[in-house]
């Protein structure tokens, strides 16, 4: 069964830095590519990050490009989010993505429960 | 970046009903485009990707169609377990895009 479990989250004031993890289970992580949604409270969903299968290649929002860094260790199935110079506007739950890529399309299939990110002073 | 418009926002509509909502790309998405469900306090749940092809465990009533820049996602039949809030794709290119979502209320 897959598993995607996020943690880390938590009350940050503006301008402080977090990281988020994401423990990932029950399939072969080195060969899946990784993305970061967000959800602001009572909002749509926005996509803040890929990463590919290496590590090797990541992309961002420009919302977050600069600020935040996407990074995975494969030897720990594990998937990070360092969140530098926080912002109130960074507040939403922050989900992990499981992404599969065809040759004809890419989609996100599995996906963490979510951890809360509130940034506040 | 691709723009993704997707309508209604929101709709009201009973068990029995055949609903659509529809998503609009700003250029051709070559099919890259996928459907998610979200129920409040959970996480999205893929329900269509590739324009049409239904992911594993996702019930029949459920389909999407379309291609280029304009797709469908259809209930046949509205049962309650239905009554959600619903999300298109784009992942032809970074930054991948989310429609603004389009809430399905009970009539």
């Known amino acids: 069964e897959v598993q995607l479990l996020e943690s880390g989250g938590g009350l940050v004031q503006p301008g402080g830095s977090l990281r988020l993890s994401c423990a990932a289970s029950?399939?072969?992580?080195?060969?899946?590519?990784m993305n970061w949604v967000r959800q602001a409270p009572g909002k749509g969903l926005e996509w803040v990050s890929l990463i590919s299968e290496s590590g090797g290649s990541t992309y961002y929002a420009d919302s977050v490009k600069g600020r935040f860094t996407m990074s995975r260790d494969n030897s720990k199935n594990t998937l990070y989010l360092q969140m530098n110079s926080l912002r109130a506007d960074d507040t939403a739950i922050y989900y992990c993505a499981k992404e599969t890529r065809l040759n004809w399309g890419r989609y996100f299939d599995y996906w963490g429960q979510g951890t809360l990110v509130t940034v506040s002073s | 970046d691709i723009q993704v418009t997707q309508s209604p926002s929101s709709l009201s509509a009973s068990v029995g009903d055949r609903v659509t909502i529809t998503c609009r790309a700003s250029?051709?998405?070559?099919?890259?485009l996928n459907w998610y469900q979200q129920k409040p306090g959970k996480a999205p749940r893929l329900l269509i990707y590739v324009a049409s092809t239904l992911q594993s465990g996702v019930p029949s009533r459920f389909s999407g169609s379309g291609s280029e820049t304009d797709f469908t996602l259809t209930i046949s039949s509205l049962q309650p377990e239905d009554f959600a809030t619903y999300y298109c794709?784009?992942?032809?290119?970074?930054?991948?895009?989310f429609g603004q979502g389009t809430k399905l209320e009970i009539k």
């Open positions: 029950g399939f072969t992580f080195r060969s899946s590519a």
């Open positions: 794709q784009q992942t032809y290119s970074t930054p991948y895009t």
């Open positions: 250029r051709s998405l070559n099919n890259y």
